[in-house]
């Protein structure tokens, strides 16, 4: 590997870190604000009503549900009405991690079903202009990932 390449990898590592926190703290603060939809149907609803306060959709599958067919369908159909509607996406791996983050009941727990954590929407409504720095990191990151040809950039959670 040249000194170029170890860079190249060292920047691509520290960009998906940043990015990642980026993302933890949008959903803890678009919970907080109850400016988050969760699940494919819960999203599917919102889309269809008012696609236009949506700002971010983030895709959450891990590895074991990639062989999930009808998820998989769901997916192509939120990101094809996400790329006609000018809303950025983001595929996350890491379902423990986002549980974590939501305040999901864990299994041991488990006193009520967990909510379906595969599509989750921010919004902004129309009559703010709600900033977040998360929001903001994550916009660009999608940006760039599209000037990349990527046009649904992926990110892992990492347990903490």
């Known amino acids: 590997m040249t000194l170029e390449e170890i860079v190249a990898c060292d920047n691509a590592a520290q960009k998906m870190q940043t990015v990642s926190a980026a993302v933890e703290e949008l959903l803890v603060a678009a919970q907080r604000q109850d400016r988050l939809t969760v699940g494919v149907y819960?999203?599917?609803?919102l889309m269809?009503?008012?696609?236009?306060?949506?700002?971010?959709?983030l895709l959450?599958?891990?590895e074991?549900?990639?062989?999930?067919?009808?998820?998989?369908?769901?997916?192509?159909?939120i990101q094809s009405f996400c790329c006609d509607n000018d809303i950025d996406i983001v595929r996350v791996s890491g379902m423990q991690r986002l549980a974590q983050l939501l305040g999901e009941p864990t299994e041991a727990q488990g006193s009520t079903e967990p909510r379906d954590l595969h599509c989750l929407l921010v919004t902004n409504p129309h009559t703010d202009a709600?900033?977040?720095q998360g929001l903001v990191e994550v916009a660009s990151y999608c940006?760039?990932?599209r000037g990349n040809?990527?046009?649904v950039p992926y990110i892992s959670l990492q347990e903490r």
């Open 42 to 45: 819960e999203s599917a609803k």
């Open 48 to 57: 269809n009503v008012d696609p236009d306060s949506v700002v971010l959709c």
């Open 60 to 62: 959450a599958i891990d």
């Open 64 to 77: 074991e549900e990639e062989d999930d067919i009808a998820l998989q369908i769901h997916f192509t159909l």
């Open 130 to 132: 709600w900033k977040s």
């Open 143 to 145: 940006e760039e990932s």
């Open 149 to 151: 040809n990527q046009w």
